[in-house]
């Protein structure tokens, strides 16, 4: 009897995580046309919603860290719950920073003619899609596709590093540009920092899955 009810209790916490996955997934969304459009209106919608993920990630904490006390889970369901409890933490990561994108918006609204690198558009599809492939991920316990997204990650880089690039070539030529400049870099930033949440959500699954621990281990990353 015990044990069906920790399978109850692990089956509702990751309920909970991926109903928070769904509203990350769509503040991710909105933050990403806040910044594409320079739509500051949008970023005041954003604002509200991000406290939906605040509330949303401490009461997953919550009934998390109580279902451990309670409960005292061992071996793989005690592995699955620190999981989720790090997965909760990363998700409300990516959350504050669709959030900051947001509000890199209303400096950015200010200057409508500033150029825009399309760089940021394809950092913003991927880093959607990286989020929900780890959710997807999460869901399947899918290994193969945590190993592919993590691989993933060297895209972003490559392309945020080409923003920044983008960043010093305009400034210097238009030096009165320099704070819509900025903060369209440091969106590219924000999106760099989103694929790496959803590379550590895709470690988490891993250490879910095969209680390996693949952070700062390259090696461990390759495809069997």
Request: net charge negative.
């Amino acid at each position: 009897m015990p044990l069906l009810h920790l399978q109850r209790e692990i089956e509702r916490l990751n309920h909970m995580i991926l109903r928070l996955g769904g509203q990350v997934e769509e503040n991710l969304r909105i933050g990403i046309e806040c910044v594409t459009n320079r739509n500051s209106q949008l970023g005041l919608q954003l604002m509200r919603e991000d406290d939906k993920v605040d509330a949303l990630e401490v009461r997953a904490e919550e009934e998390c860290l109580k279902a451990l006390a309670l409960n005292q889970p061992v071996a793989t369901d005690l592995r699955y719950m620190i999981a989720l409890l790090k997965i909760n933490g990363e998700l409300e990561r990516i959350g504050d920073l669709a959030a900051l994108m947001g509000r890199r918006a209303f400096e950015m609204a200010r200057y409508d003619l500033t150029p825009f690198p399309s760089q940021i558009h394809v950092m913003s599809v991927l880093a959607r899609e990286m989020l929900r492939n780890s959710l997807d991920a999460l869901i399947a316990r899918d290994l193969n596709a945590c190993r592919r997204l993590i691989k993933q990650d060297e895209q972003v880089d490559a392309l945020n590093g080409e923003v920044f690039d983008w960043f010093v070539a305009t400034a210097k030529e238009h030096p009165d540009w320099l704070e819509p400049l900025l903060n369209t870099m440091l969106a590219a930033k924000d999106l760099e920092r989103i694929a790496d949440h959803a590379c550590s959500i895709a470690e988490d699954v891993i250490y879910l899955v095969s209680g390996e621990i693949v952070r700062h281990n390259g090696d461990t990353l390759d495809d069997d």
